[in-house]
């Protein structure tokens, strides 16, 4: 049979002291070898760790940014139609005032006449034109039922 070079054929016969070490010694290379992918591993794990705590992140802002455009958006709508609310009470407001203004002078004579003939002790009823009536009114401006 002939002889094909391989690693197995520079190891002696196992019956040798040197085949023994032999033995010894590439187990210890391997060993080392193992250490070595052990490290490189670990380096590796450590690598991908840092990575992904820099992605996760990286998305974290992005998710907040969104949220905070998002309710900027949800305000500023909220404001809009609380300012447009607002315009239309207030629009009610002067309607109101100025329904009482008008009712206030409409009737001021009379309400004159009557504190003078009350201070001067003249208790008969005037027989004069009635003002018009005040109107009530409901909280949009239109008159009550």
Same mark, same amino acid.
Request: no cysteine; glycine share 4%.
């Given at each position: 049979m002939?002889?094909?070079?391989?690693?197995?054929?520079q190891v002696p016969p196992p019956t040798s002291h040197s085949a023994v070490e032999a033995i010894v010694s590439a187990l210890s290379e391997l060993e080392g070898d193992i250490d070595g992918l052990y490290s490189r591993v670990e380096e590796m794990k450590k690598r991908i760790m840092a990575h992904?705590?820099?992605?996760? !992140?990286?998305?974290?802002?992005?998710?907040i940014a969104m949220a905070n455009e998002e309710a900027k958006q949800i305000v500023d709508s909220a404001r809009a139609e609380a300012?447009? !609310?607002? !315009?239309? %009470?207030? !629009?009610?407001?002067?309607?109101?005032?100025?329904?009482?203004?008008?009712?206030i002078n409409s009737s001021f004579d009379e309400a004159?006449?009557? %504190?003078?003939?009350?201070?001067?002790?003249?208790?008969?009823?005037?027989?004069?034109?009635?003002?018009a009536k005040a109107k009530k009114l409901t909280s949009d401006g239109k008159p009550a039922a």
């Open positions: 002939a002889k094909e070079k391989t690693a197995h054929a992904s705590n820099e992605e996760v !992140e990286k998305l974290k802002q992005q998710v300012e447009a !609310e607002s !315009e239309k %009470i207030g !629009e009610m407001g002067r309607a109101n005032v100025a329904n009482l203004k008008k009712n004159v006449d009557s %504190i003078v003939r009350t201070v001067l002790g003249d208790t008969t009823p005037v027989k004069a034109a009635q003002p």
